[in-house]
């Protein structure tokens, strides 16, 4: 597992520090897990290259509440998509919008056990409006199936339930007072330990369809939520197989009488008994250890944490140095001698950005002196600005509420060849949108002719995008935006605002805080930016009040909060390491192409680099081999983590078009997305290390 030291600036590895001129070796993980089977557990061939973690396990390694699943060969992808029993059999884990993790699956179990009836099954949400809006989309979607099948006759009424269940644990009835935790007064039972599930029952074989809710707007539940519910429902939280696993297989059968066999037996209920109760103590010390010794903040000052969450996002969306405002976090500083001591890289001192090392105490005081601090010196931008979501899709979904709010009935322009799900939200919530896929200077003379024949509702990008790497213009797409009394939604995840400074140019930055803001890849998170130099800005943000819920949990903030205090840092490493890489991968000779923003569209991209005399670049690009074999065999060899998701600590790669349009191979090849593409995250590991693994696995291609 990687580590990376926020005060040394130094990645360690296997628990010793990463050398120069490093073997293979020194890039892998102390997961246990180099070798397994290349199919499904079948013998693997003496030539094929060992993996670093098996198929379908966690990425990171051992961790619950991963982000990403290890798919280590091209054939396993493949398999995923087609849904091979070899790799389905197999998935321990998944990317959690796509795959549900095991602890949301046992929570969604016990809710079909309890309120389902015969043939129905059910997702979870958070809020009623989420539940409604989920019912909806079901009732909708599956109405306009029936009339599309011309069904004969008219097609029944689709009968979908909802049910709430009030979290409210019969342990805190019975026990003792002082066996309750402290400083838990009504509103914070309410909200943290007796939330409300709300639950959506429906037909079983609409299922898919409400799947694809979850996946297309990120308003499921979160990983840590279930496990909160779980733990309040007093389900033992067992790993499948475990000795104390309650499967059928597990169970004492007897001979005679009634309640000695089945779940019944006196050997079952004990089993029940004893993992509930090995599970809560080993949550409560982890929890202790976490807070006392480690580096996360209490749980009961969640609502402070995301407001330290917002500050840092804010500090670094506006014009000062971002390692001067991730220091200053906002709360203002005494006088210009203490600004320049608090930007110091080796600090963070300043109210709400926390050194890793810490006590809980130490910054709990910091949260509280961050409040009482009146904000300064940060023109425009405030944490009054940023909204917190509990993912990136969830964060996009909801602007485009917002813009649907704003511009009723009105299409709004895909800009440039985006990640699915940004195009699938616009296309299938709402009147629709255009799609100018290509985002280059033809495009927006096809933008600027579409703004002049019918309303646009909003133009949304990315910057660069996911996984060309491209750059749109977005000084003229802004002017001709508003122009046209258009918006303008930003999305910089890729180019992160580190390093780059889009906001002048938009009226709403997204970014998705699950990747490089977090880095752990451990938890998910969204946020939104308003422009207040934007005319649209009090607009906005009525409709936001009208639309915004906060439904970011309180144990994913904490983890969030905790990720992110080395953000610059990790940052600054990871464009180094993936410059190096980029630029030794383009003059390979069985490289036809590297997508990276140096390379394209590049004087676009430095117009707006926070340091445009050096640019930060980020740390993901696309590498297109010069045949398929070639790209099969080099994503076989090579010696990282493999799986979806980016901006992880860990270089992390994937066959994005197989994993993204693997249904639609021709047309995401149509705007220059072939199914060789292979798209590289690149981590904080040393950087002659990474470079020895790549070259490597080139001579294997």
Request: charged fraction near 20%; charge should be neutral; aromatic fraction near 8%.
């Amino acid at each position: 597992m990687l580590h990376f030291d926020s005060r040394s600036g130094q990645t360690e590895m296997n628990g010793k520090s990463s050398t120069q001129h490093g073997s293979s070796a020194s890039c892998r993980t102390s997961d246990g897990t180099n070798g397994g089977t290349n199919d499904g557990g079948s013998k693997r061939s003496s030539s094929s290259p060992k993996q670093l973690v098996a198929l379908g396990q966690p990425l990171p390694p051992r961790t619950p509440h991963a982000v990403s699943v290890s798919l280590p060969t091209w054939s396993d992808n493949v398999g995923y998509e087609e849904g091979h029993e070899r790799v389905v059999a197999a998935m321990r884990s998944g990317y959690p919008r796509f795959v549900f993790n095991p602890l949301v699956k046992k929570l969604f179990d016990h809710c079909r056990d309890r309120f389902a009836m015969l043939d129905e099954d059910c997702l979870a949400c958070r809020t009623f409006i989420r539940e409604r809006a989920l019912a909806e989309q079901i009732a909708q979607v599956a109405q306009i199936t029936q009339i599309t099948q011309r069904h004969r006759p008219a097609p029944p009424a689709i009968k979908i339930r909802i049910a709430e269940l009030l979290l409210t644990p019969q342990s805190h009835i019975h026990r003792s007072p002082d066996t309750v935790p402290a400083g838990l007064d009504a509103a914070f039972d309410r909200s943290i330990t007796h939330p409300v599930l709300h639950i959506v029952l429906f037909p079983a074989h609409l299922f898919p369809i409400a799947k694809q809710f979850w996946q297309h707007t990120g308003e499921g539940i979160s990983s840590r939520f279930a496990e909160h519910c779980l733990r309040t429902l007093e389900i033992p939280i067992i790993a499948p197989g475990s000795p104390l696993s309650l499967s059928p297989a597990g169970t004492e059968r007897g001979k005679s009488k009634r309640y000695s066999t089945g779940p019944y037996s006196s050997q079952v209920l004990e089993r029940f008994l004893s993992a509930l109760h090995t599970d809560a103590a080993a949550h409560e010390l982890n929890t202790f250890v976490e807070e006392r010794f480690g580096r996360n903040l209490n749980v009961r000052i969640a609502d402070g944490v995301k407001v330290t969450l917002r500050k840092r996002i804010a500090g670094v969306m506006g014009d000062m140095d971002p390692t001067r405002r991730m220091s200053m976090s906002l709360a203002g500083v005494a006088s210009d001698s203490d600004a320049a001591d608090a930007c110091s890289p080796t600090r963070s001192d300043g109210p709400g950005f926390f050194d890793e090392h810490q006590t809980v105490g130490q910054c709990e005081q910091q949260l509280q002196s961050a409040k009482a601090i009146p904000e300064r010196g940060v023109p425009g931008v405030s944490e009054d600005d940023v909204f917190l979501f509990p993912c990136g899709m969830s964060t996009i979904y909801n602007i485009h509420r917002v813009i649907l709010r704003l511009r009723p009935g009105i299409k709004s322009v895909q800009f440039g060849f985006p990640y699915i799900d940004t195009l699938k939200i616009q296309e299938r919530f709402g009147p629709g949108c255009h799609f100018l896929g290509r985002g280059d200077s033809a495009d927006l003379d096809a933008l600027e002719r579409l703004l002049d024949s019918e309303p646009i509702s909003a133009i949304i990008c990315e910057f660069p995008s996911n996984p060309l790497l491209r750059s749109p213009d977005l000084r003229r797409l802004y002017s001709l935006a508003h122009k046209h009394n258009t918006l303008v939604i930003v999305d910089e995840t890729i180019g992160n605002f580190v390093n780059v400074c889009v906001l002048p140019f938009a009226d709403i930055i997204v970014s998705s805080l699950t990747k490089v803001f977090s880095g752990d890849s451990n938890v998910m998170g969204g946020s939104a930016v308003l422009n207040p130099a934007s005319p649209f800005c009090a607009s906005i943000k009525a409709a936001m009040g009208e639309v915004y819920m906060d439904t970011l949990w309180c144990e994913d903030a904490i983890f969030l909060e905790r990720n992110s205090r080395t953000f610059v840092q990790r940052c600054q490493i990871i464009n180094r390491n993936a410059e190096r890489l980029c630029d030794y991968l383009r003059d390979h000779p069985k490289v036809e192409a590297v997508y990276y923003p140096k390379y394209v569209d590049s004087d676009i991209y430095t117009s707006h680099a926070r340091q445009p005399a050096s640019p930060g670049y980020g740390g993901l690009f696309s590498l297109i081999l010069r045949s398929d074999d070639a790209a099969i065999r080099f994503y076989d060899a090579v010696q990282i983590y493999k799986g979806p998701s980016l901006g992880t600590n860990f270089t992390l790669a994937c066959p994005y078009t197989i994993l993204a349009h693997y249904t639609e191979l021709d047309w995401a090849a149509s705007y220059g997305v072939p199914k060789r593409l292979i798209r590289i995250s690149v981590g904080a590991e040393d950087t002659d290390a990474l470079l020895a693994l790549f070259e490597s696995a080139m001579e294997a291609a």
